[in-house]
């Protein structure tokens, strides 16, 4: 695979987190093994939650925020 066959949603992500360099690296091994698919999702109802109140999110993040 060539370096400009990357896939510039894959670019976008791996870019957020490691160098140009790294990013090609990451993406030419995952091509390697995998192929890269993009999924789409359209909900049809979101819904929120109220994290603050519910004690198994607090007490597991609580040993994290100190």
Do not use: C, N
Not at 7 to 28: C, L, N, T, V
Not at 46 to 57: E, L, R, V
Request: net charge negative; proline share 2%; no cysteine.
């Amino acid at each position: 695979m060539d370096d400009k066959d990357m896939d510039q949603a894959a670019h976008s992500i791996f870019s957020r987190y490691m160098s140009e360099k790294e990013a090609r690296g990451y993406w030419k091994g995952l091509s390697e093994l995998t192929e890269w698919v993009i999924v789409i999702v359209k909900p049809i109802h979101i819904a929120s939650f109220d994290y603050s109140k519910d004690a198994k999110y607090l007490e597991a993040t609580k040993k994290y925020t100190s």
